[in-house]
């Protein structure tokens, strides 16, 4: 089993910056990719950002050059660098594990973009 524990969500104004990260622990065989997904209030969960092992990444279209991706593989840590955030950025923010064995979610952590 593995698990994944989220932090650094929040309240930011329309322009600031926020840095979740997604440790994970427990039985971890090999993780393949580490990523992040966000669900807003009547929205599907949409893929944000993931990267793989070997650190290529892939971003979806409405983050690209504000968000990163960066990835600590001693630590098992991923975390998403958000900058120039917009209130349509606004939703929890979800952080997913693939490995070889299963894929895994946190929990969750709500990031609320508002003035």
């Known amino acids: 089993q593995v698990q994944l524990v989220e932090s650094g969500g929040g309240l930011v104004q329309p322009g600031g910056s926020l840095t979740l990260s997604c440790a994970a622990s427990?039985?971890?065989?090999?993780?393949?990719?580490m990523g992040w997904y966000r669900q807003a209030p009547g929205n599907q969960r949409e893929l944000v950002a993931v990267?793989?092992?070997?650190?290529?990444?892939n971003y979806a279209d409405s983050v690209k050059g504000r968000f990163t991706i960066p990835r600590d593989n001693a630590k098992n840590t991923v975390y998403l660098q958000m900058k120039s955030l917009k209130p349509e950025d606004t939703a929890v923010y979800y952080c997913?594990?693939?490995?070889?064995?299963?894929?895994?979610w946190g929990q969750g952590t709500q990031v609320t973009v508002s003035s």
């Open positions: 997913n594990v693939l490995t070889v064995m299963a894929q895994y």
């Open positions: 427990g039985n971890i065989l090999r993780i393949f990719t």
């Open positions: 990267i793989t092992a070997g650190g290529s990444t």
